[in-house]
């Protein structure tokens, strides 16, 4: 059974630094996407990022340049490095591992992170 874990959230300072990590368990199939997504009070659930499993990125246009996704050589951690944050990145965290049917899609339940100015 595949599990996702979050951790790394944090209450930081705007202008602080954040590296969030997501630990998959029970993987059997690795050409997989993993995705960091986030949610504010009130809003909807937003794409931040998300790595391929050669190592191609995505970002979404309000984190490009400030926050970097990784992964492990091992494929089953993704982290999320997030620099210059902003109090408007207050959000909980949630990471995602997807792609075709031998990934299937699993999300973690989250880590929260809040920026205050």
């Known amino acids: 059974r595949v599990q996702m874990v979050e951790s790394g959230g944090a209450s930081v300072q705007a202008g602080g630094s954040l590296r969030l990590s997501c630990a998959a368990t029970?993987?059997?199939?690795?050409?997989?996407?993993m995705s960091w997504y986030r949610q504010a009070p009130g809003k909807e659930r937003e794409f931040v990022s998300n790595?391929?499993?050669?190592?191609?990125?995505t970002y979404a246009d309000s984190v490009k340049g400030r926050f970097t996704i990784s992964q492990s050589n091992a494929k089953t951690t993704v982290y999320l490095q997030m620099n210059s944050l902003k109090p408007e990145d207050t959000a909980m965290y949630y990471c995602?591992?997807?792609?075709?049917?031998?990934?299937?899609?699993?999300w973690g339940q989250g880590t929260q992170v809040t920026v205050s100015s």
């Open positions: 995602k591992l997807s792609g075709n049917n031998f990934c299937g899609t699993f």
């Open positions: 029970g993987i059997t199939y690795y050409r997989c996407d």
């Open positions: 790595i391929n499993y050669v190592g191609s990125t």
